[in-house]
């Protein structure tokens, strides 16, 4: 069976997100996939059963295994050993003692997933494939904020589209950060864009929450493969996302990245 590299623990600042980034489709080997299987506990292995499609139980069971390898590079636990509880909406959370202090994100979609991971604080990471099927910037006419609306429908035609997974991907990144996923009203806060500048919220007031602790970081990972990384971190404090493409237990390929893959 592969094992992780026996280097050090990575270390994570305060001012740091990790994003590491697999291409689910692309991992084929049998012994890859038999360890990503062993290594995912009982209750993952039911949900990976009950996938209808062969591309569904792969993405599946890559996304998994990156997020227990993934951990497993800043802590000494086996990818096997990690235990994870839920809260209400569904989010999960290391639990156990002695562990360092690492909150983690995953996002996964056709031909991508990611998880972000950041040093005791709030973190949310979305990717999307862009070339999906289906009503896109319509969407946004009901599920988006006014500002919003407007300012993508002001856009000419061919831009709209993009614009929208602009917003879409910064939006689940803070609804996930937020561990509430769509009990959040995705009308009642809203993004503004601005050429050369990060992504500013604001909140209609029954959100209750101050955009001054958050910040966002937008990144393109593929050309159909918009993301967002949202952090609950004071504007103007610095902020680096750091960047790792991936094949669990097969190495990290090329070094760090910054700021995008």
Same mark, same amino acid.
């Given at each position: 069976?592969?094992?992780?590299?026996?280097?050090?623990?990575?270390?994570?600042?305060? &001012? $740091?997100?990790?994003?590491?980034? =697999?291409?689910?489709?692309?991992?084929?080997?049998?012994?890859?996939?038999?360890? @990503?299987?062993?290594?995912?506990?009982? $209750?993952?292995? $039911?949900?990976?059963?009950?996938?209808?499609?062969?591309?569904?139980?792969?993405?599946?069971?890559?996304?998994? *295994? %990156?997020?227990? !390898?993934?951990?497993?590079?800043?802590?000494?636990?086996?990818?096997?050993?990690?235990?994870?509880? !839920?809260?209400?909406?569904?989010?999960?959370?290391?639990? #156990?003692?002695?562990?360092?202090?690492?909150?983690?994100?995953?996002?996964?979609? &056709?031909?991508?997933? =990611?998880? /972000?991971? *950041?040093?005791?604080?709030?973190?949310?990471?979305?990717?999307?494939?862009?070339?999906?099927? #289906?009503?896109?910037?319509? %969407?946004?006419?009901?599920?988006? /904020?006014?500002?919003?609306?407007?300012?993508?429908?002001? %856009?000419?035609?061919?831009?709209?589209?993009?614009?929208?997974?602009? @917003?879409?991907?910064?939006?689940?990144? @803070?609804?996930?950060?937020?561990?509430?996923?769509?009990?959040?009203?995705?009308?009642?806060?809203?993004?503004?864009?601005?050429?050369?500048?990060?992504?500013?919220?604001?909140?209609?007031?029954?959100?209750?929450?101050?955009?001054?602790?958050?910040?966002?970081?937008? %990144?393109?990972?593929?050309?159909?493969?918009?993301? /967002?990384?949202?952090?609950?971190?004071?504007?103007?404090?610095?902020?680096?996302?750091? +960047?790792?493409?991936?094949?669990?237990?097969? #190495?990290?390929?090329?070094?760090?990245?910054?700021?995008? +893959?």
């Amino acid at each position: 069976m592969p094992s992780l590299p026996t280097e050090p623990p990575l270390s994570l600042r305060p &001012d $740091e997100v990790h994003l590491w980034v =697999v291409e689910p489709e692309r991992v084929s080997e049998p012994r890859l996939l038999s360890a @990503y299987l062993a290594m995912i506990n009982a $209750e993952e292995r $039911e949900r990976h059963s009950r996938f209808r499609f062969d591309k569904h139980k792969l993405q599946f069971l890559v996304s998994h *295994a %990156l997020v227990r !390898v993934t951990l497993s590079r800043y802590a000494p636990v086996p990818p096997e050993a990690w235990r994870f509880a !839920v809260n209400a909406y569904g989010r999960p959370e290391i639990t #156990g003692d002695g562990l360092p202090r690492l909150r983690f994100n995953l996002s996964h979609t &056709d031909g991508m997933a =990611v998880c /972000a991971v *950041a040093l005791d604080t709030d973190v949310g990471a979305d990717v999307e494939y862009s070339g999906r099927p #289906g009503q896109t910037v319509e %969407l946004a006419d009901s599920f988006f /904020a006014r500002s919003e609306v407007h300012a993508l429908r002001a %856009l000419p035609a061919e831009h709209q589209r993009e614009r929208f997974f602009d @917003y879409w991907t910064l939006k689940e990144s @803070y609804i996930k950060a937020r561990g509430a996923g769509l009990s959040l009203p995705l009308d009642q806060f809203a993004f503004h864009l601005e050429a050369g500048q990060p992504p500013r919220i604001s909140f209609d007031p029954r959100m209750v929450d101050d955009p001054e602790t958050w910040q966002f970081v937008q %990144l393109r990972l593929a050309p159909e493969h918009p993301a /967002a990384v949202a952090v609950r971190r004071t504007r103007g404090l610095p902020l680096t996302v750091r +960047c790792q493409r991936t094949v669990p237990l097969a #190495g990290d390929g090329p070094p760090w990245l910054v700021p995008a +893959c």
